[in-house]
């Protein structure tokens, strides 16, 4: 996991910006800072090993090809190198006098290498400030795409279905045939379109309530599940924390339920679906 507490990091550190919601940063290339050329190898390594540490998988690097020559001595250059760690990586050549606007040619290669690179992923340039803060900027769009913010009154709709899990009349706020459940179902349902900065907002609410309900084991274990299903592929980072704290509950359970079935039975309900027999979405036991 990446210990950066907020977005903007230290001007001395090579991590430029985190962003958690995204699991992406951007850095300075190895060995900014110094005016030595070719770059010393215990400088890449420094920096590998700092990137590592952090727990970086995968690297995208904007240098250019006469940037890349600062590293031509290291075996198969900086790339390889990067390879040699362990990194996936991308190489996407973008000219050093870009004004933070990228071409649309580099905008399809950006959005390929996001596809496919593994998460936590660093984007470098040289001073990690332009280039790779231009890439990031087209990124945070692209995680957004096909989606629109909620209006106004489907938030109060989305919110309305969260809280109504606090009624005092309903303590148990899963249970089958009762307040909560069939409510959640309806909230799956809107859930599905959302853009994931919303999402991750309402997740944030359903955090709330279900704290309300921690007594309740069956309950707690219902409502983390239901937050399984929704964070996973869209917020990996909350996803993990999800299930780390499901198994820990489920040891306590006494039986075999599968509550992600029960959840995607109430989802399925919800939006009228036929099927019998639900796909289910990320088991985790």
């Known amino acids: 996991m990446i210990p950066i507490p907020s977005e903007q990091v230290a001007p001395g550190d090579p991590i430029r910006e985190w962003i958690p919601l995204l699991e992406l940063g951007r850095a300075s290339r190895p060995g900014f800072g110094t005016s030595v050329i070719p770059v010393r190898a215990e400088s890449v390594r420094d920096w590998i090993h700092t990137v590592k540490t952090l727990g970086f998988r995968s690297i995208l ?12 001595h290291l075996p198969g250059g900086l790339q390889r190198a990067y390879e040699r760690a362990g990194f996936e990586t991308e190489w996407l050549p973008i000219p050093p006098d870009t004004v933070g606007v990228l071409k649309p040619g580099h905008r399809a290669v950006l959005e390929a290498a996001w596809r496919r690179l593994p998460r936590p992923l660093l984007v470098h ?25 909620c209006s106004e009154s489907q938030q109060r709709q989305i919110l309305r279905l969260i809280r109504n899990s606090k009624r005092r009349h309903a303590p148990c706020a899963l249970r089958r045939d009762r307040f909560g459940m069939e409510d959640y179902g309806r909230l799956g349902h809107l859930l599905r379109s959302v853009p994931i900065t919303q999402l991750d907002r309402f997740l944030g609410e359903i955090d709330v309530v279900r704290n309300t309900h921690r007594t309740c084991l069956p309950c707690s274990l219902k409502f983390l599940a239901f937050c399984q299903v929704f964070s996973r592929d869209r917020l990996p980072r909350r996803h993990a924390l999800y299930i780390t704290e499901f198994r820990a509950r489920y040891a306590d359970h006494i039986g075999h339920r599968d509550f992600i079935a029960e959840v995607q039975e109430a989802i399925n309900a919800a939006i009228g679906s036929k099927d019998k027999h639900p796909q289910r979405l990320g088991h985790v036991i």
């Open 61 to 72: 690097c904007l240098l250019t090809a006469e940037e890349l020559a600062a590293y031509s």
């Open 125 to 149: 340039c040289n001073m990690g400030q332009v280039r790779s803060a231009a890439a990031i900027a087209h990124l945070r769009e692209v995680a957004d795409a096909g989606s629109t913010p």
